[in-house]
């Protein structure tokens, strides 16, 4: 099994995430091979909080030129992760 800092990469705070925050769904970029029991115990062990569901999904990387190169942006693992009733995640660390 993975350590739980080689699973989870990063927390996502954009404006679409945080709309989800009241109903306790939290954001991460994840490792690409880890699945959904890793991601779990990972933010559990982390976070110290309850999780109840982890959905996953991979965002496909877009095409991109860059003056007269065609390149691509990487794919990325993301997961939603929805945490027990009255848990919060707290970013004031």
Known sequence: MKPAYDCIRSIIRTEKST???PQGK?????DAAANKVQIRRAVEEIYKVKVTKVNTYISVGKLKQVRYK???TPNVKRA???LK???KIDFTQ
């Open 19 to 21: 709309l989800q925050e």
């Open 80 to 82: 939603i992760v929805t």
């Open 70 to 72: 065609a390149g691509r």
């Open 85 to 87: 009733k009255g848990d």
């Open 26 to 30: 939290y954001l991460f970029i994840v």
